[in-house]
């Protein structure tokens, strides 16, 4: 348990996370240039959740052993995987007919943030939104990016836990004594 607590509070932790991002992009980006699968409005906004993940992520492994910046960075990991798995379950919702929406063939941003036209490579969406490809073990992408999504938000509370956990005891410590 003590060397989970301590890869969790490492660089090591943040270097794993950004990898993790990073393979989800370079899968994305496969799917749509290789295999020829555009993706939708919810897919690229699936996409700028795992992108803000990959920044949050290579941010911390900089400053791993700031307490402050390790609690602030696992509050926005989670929200940003919190928002994946929202994103996931509004996709596999609309592809499966039991969801009450739809997607456009915009990304939505505000003009002061239009990631889809300073990068369209990345960011452009290019399908509406229909079904997503089938992806290892027959999930579907949706499925998949949900399945990621809940596995994220697993580590990294059990960061923010050993992060409280082991923070009472660092701040005792780090006391001079009288």
């Avoid at 509406?128 to 999504?149: H, N, Q």
């Amino acid at each position: 348990m003590h060397s989970l607590v301590t890869f969790l509070k490492s660089r090591g932790y943040w270097l794993m996370m950004a990898a993790a991002s990073l393979a989800m992009l370079v899968i994305a980006l496969y799917y749509q240039y290789a295999l020829g699968e555009e993706p939708c409005q919810v897919c690229i906004q699936a996409r700028l959740w795992v992108f803000a993940l990959l920044l949050v992520s290579m941010t911390l492994a900089t400053f791993p052993k700031n307490r402050l910046w390790r609690l602030s960075g696992n509050l926005l990991a989670l929200a940003c995987a919190v928002g994946l798995g929202e994103r996931a379950w509004f996709l596999y919702q609309l592809e499966n007919g039991i969801g009450n929406g739809s997607c456009e063939f915009q990304l939505g941003m505000p003009d002061w943030f239009a990631l889809d036209q300073w990068f369209p490579s990345l960011f452009e969406v290019r399908n509406l939104c229909s079904f997503t490809p089938e992806m290892l073990l027959g999930l579907s992408m949706a499925e998949g990016l949900l399945l990621i999504a809940g596995l994220l938000g697993v580590v990294i509370s059990c960061a923010l836990v050993s992060h409280q956990v082991t923070g009472q005891g660092e701040s005792r410590s780090s006391r001079t004594p009288r």
